[in-house]
Every structure is written in structure tokens, then in C-alpha cells.
């Protein structure tokens, strides 16, 4: 019953994760300057045309909903290596850890590097401060925080579809995993 219900949010959050938000994002961070320009970025987040606005929206957007459906998949991930004590019907525990410290069981469970770890950590926190501290993190830090959610998610995705595999869970389209001379987050 548990394994059902992890595989369900495995097959919920990681395909919208891998199917529509880090395809949008990638598209998105594509329209503003060549090779997702953070100078661009700033100046349209600061500029007064709603058009402007409108392709800095569509980026932030997909970078708000890739990390959800990502710390989904991580979530579901480390119920896996440390299974929840009492599950509820979705499959884990009714108030489950926070995602800084799903990051590092992660990374000492070798799921994920440290290093990756680390990176989400400061990608959740800006995010964190961009959603719900408005308007405390700066277009600089959301710009640097989208670019490095698009590095890091290169290796964490396969990293976790790989080892999700090895302990008997599917996650449909997933990229195929990393080389093993692409180690840096």
C-alpha cells in the first residue's frame, strides 16, 4: 500500500516535473538574453513594459513549479530510504521533514551528491524567500537561483530515477542518468 502510493506521487510529480515545468523553464529562461542572461533578466524584471513582465512571470513560474514537483520527487525519494513512521493514505508521514534536511538525508543516503545537496538548498531558499518573504530576495538571487535549478536538476533527476529504479520504483520519461564523467552539480 505505501509502495503504491509513493509510486503514484513518483508518476504524479515526476512526470509534470520532466514532461511540462523544466521544458517550460528551459524555454522560458531561453527568451530573456542569450544563454538566460541574468543582466537581461534583472532589467526586465525592473522594466515598466508589462510584455517584459509577462516573460519574467512565465520563467519564475516554471521555476516555482519545477522545485515543487522536484522536492515532490525528493520527498518521495526519502520516504523510500527512511520510510515514515505512520502513513497517511498519500504515503508518508502527516507532517514529514523539510526539504534542507530531505536534501542532506539524500546526500549521506548517496542518492544525490552533498554538493547537489547543498545547491538545492540555496535554490529552496531563495524560492522560499521569492513565494512566501515577497519581496525580500532580489531579481539577481531568483536569476541566479533559476540558472542553478537548471544545472543541478541535469544530474539530481537521473541521479534519482536511477536509484528510484534500484528499489523497484518507475518514473516515466525520465532523462537517462548522467555519464559517469558528469559528476559536478
Not at 543516503?109 to 529552496?124: C, F, M, P
Not at 524560492?127 to 535549478?149: C, F, K, S, V
Amino acid at each position: 500500500m505505501v509502495h503504491a502510493a509513493i509510486q503514484q506521487r513518483i508518476i504524479s510529480h515526476g512526470t509534470t516535473l520532466v514532461g511540462r515545468h523544466l521544458r517550460d523553464l528551459h524555454y522560458g529562461a531561453g527568451q530573456i538574453g542569450t544563454g538566460f542572461d541574468g543582466a537581461e533578466f534583472v532589467a526586465r524584471w525592473n522594466s515598466s513594459d508589462p510584455a517584459d513582465h509577462m516573460e519574467v512571470n512565465a520563467v519564475t513560474g516554471a521555476w516555482d513549479s519545477a522545485i515543487n514537483d522536484l522536492n515532490e520527487v525528493l520527498r518521495a525519494a526519502h520516504d523510500v530510504l527512511h520510510p515514515p513512521p505512520a502513513a497517511t493514505p498519500g504515503g508518508r508521514a502527516p507532517k514529514g521533514p523539510d526539504m534542507p534536511d530531505i536534501y542532506e538525508a539524500l546526500g549521506v543516503g548517496g542518492v544525490i551528491s552533498r554538493a547537489a545537496g547543498r545547491k538545492l538548498r540555496a535554490v529552496n531558499r531563495v524560492r522560499n524567500d521569492y513565494t512566501h518573504r515577497y519581496p525580500t530576495a532580489t531579481p539577481e538571487q531568483i536569476h541566479g537561483a533559476i540558472d542553478a535549478l537548471q544545472q543541478v536538476s541535469r544530474l539530481v533527476i537521473p541521479a534519482v530515477v536511477e536509484w528510484l529504479h534500484s528499489q523497484g520504483y518507475g518514473f516515466p520519461g525520465a532523462p537517462a542518468p548522467a555519464s559517469p564523467a558528469d559528476t559536478s552539480p
